[in-house]
């Protein structure tokens, strides 16, 4: 048997009565089942007043989750809550830790805590929950892909974290409730779970139908598209640069990365451009990639939402839902804040249907093959909307 709850709270300020708020929506301790974890979610005022710790000490299973700009769950009204994912069961078993503070691209940072956590299990988890930090020399296609690897290649779901400052220097991974800002935790799930993916990311209406062949990259810098550098791709598909060569918006005009191994294109952002006319973007960007080049709005943003819902209420016998956004799309959305928190309340809270919505840094979701569906394939996204049900 599977259990799954969902809670929030809006009160910041008084530890107490935020932490007893949670606890009303969720099971007595004696109506847990064999196994649980708790994974939460919040902005970093619930961190900072001791709500978090709080929290963690009052309850008899850990709590893993981050840091985010916005979050709701079934009933809430606001964006600026804590929210808990609560999942307990017979069945299942939950293994966690954390790693080291990640300074580099260093592979044992990661798989040090991977192997103490999980050498001594004999088989593989069903899946794998990451929370990651967000870092300004490490990406999140390194973790990403050093997790496939060290777990051959389990499918893997979380969220590189955010905050609500303008530089996200308070952006935190919470582990057992204490928040690190460079440590990347995890949960692997054994058992019979039965996990379904889902993403929303953009229309082919607002995808340029011009193409290019990425001919030299370097990571997530972006150097030559047709042996040309990236920016003039951009400028090719009608983006106007100002007088000091940067192209205005550029943010709002995603690349759409095929990497041409039979896994659906992925969305990576531009988030500057070099002197030399290379494009660094929120992820990388393979050589022998093919890209097109797309545009987001707002009525994009609900389109695309609205549209990964429904796929998502057409499936049945689901016990709970994990629910990531781009802080992208947020930012996008500029006139209406909550309104991918507003669809999910029209759409997903008649059904009765635990889940949590966060926003994030970069998200984590596998994508099965175009022609093999029961092959995944783990991916870092951008300006994606991403769904785990299970």
Do not use: W
Not at 149 to 163: I, K, M, Q
């Amino acid at each position: 048997m599977i259990k799954t709850f969902s809670a929030f709270t809006s009160e910041i300020d008084d530890v107490e009565a935020a932490v007893a708020e949670i606890l009303r929506q969720l099971p007595e301790k004696d109506q847990l089942l064999a196994n649980t974890i708790g994974l939460v979610s919040c902005i970093p005022e619930f961190i900072e007043t001791g709500v978090v710790e709080a929290l963690q000490e009052a309850v008899p299973f850990a709590l893993v989750g981050q840091s985010t700009i916005a979050a709701a769950s079934p009933g809430s009204s606001s964006l600026e809550i804590l929210n808990v994912m609560l999942i307990t069961s017979d069945e299942l078993s939950f293994a966690y830790g954390q790693t080291a503070p990640i300074t580099s691209t260093d592979t044992a940072l990661l798989a040090d805590a991977y192997h103490a956590v999980l050498d001594d299990y004999e088989e593989k988890p069903t899946l794998i929950l990451i929370y990651a930090p967000l870092l300004l020399n490490v990406g999140g296609d390194f973790m990403v892909k050093t997790f496939d690897e060290l777990s051959d290649h389990t499918p893997l779901f979380g969220s590189l974290a955010v905050d609500n400052t303008i530089d996200y220097h308070k952006a935190s991974v919470i582990y057992q409730g204490k928040a690190a800002a460079d440590q990347l935790a995890f949960v692997a799930i054994f058992g019979d779970i039965k996990p379904r993916f889902y993403q929303a990311t953009i229309s082919h209406e607002s995808i340029f139908e011009e193409k290019g062949v990425v001919t030299s990259s370097e990571g997530n810098q972006l150097k030559m598209v047709d042996d040309k550098p990236a920016v003039e791709f951009l400028k090719n598909k009608g983006l106007v640069a100002v007088a000091n060569g940067v192209i205005e918006g550029v943010n709002s005009f995603p690349y759409i990365v095929d990497f041409n191994d039979g896994t659906p294109p992925v969305i990576r952002v531009i988030f500057a451009t070099t002197p030399e006319g290379y494009a660094v973007c929120l992820g990388d960007i393979p050589e022998g990639s093919t890209l097109s080049v797309g545009h987001f709005d707002e009525d994009e943003i609900l389109a695309t939402t609205k549209k990964g819902l429904a796929t998502f209420k057409a499936d049945e016998n689901q016990h709970g839902g994990i629910f990531f956004s781009c802080v992208g799309r947020y930012f996008t959305m500029v006139l209406d804040p909550a309104g991918e928190a507003n669809e999910m309340h029209e759409l997903i809270d008649p059904l009765d249907f635990p889940y949590i919505l966060n926003y994030s840094g970069g998200e984590i979701c596998p994508m099965t093959n175009i022609t093999d569906e029961t092959n995944l394939t783990n991916r870092f996204h951008n300006s994606t909307f991403i769904a785990l049900t299970f």
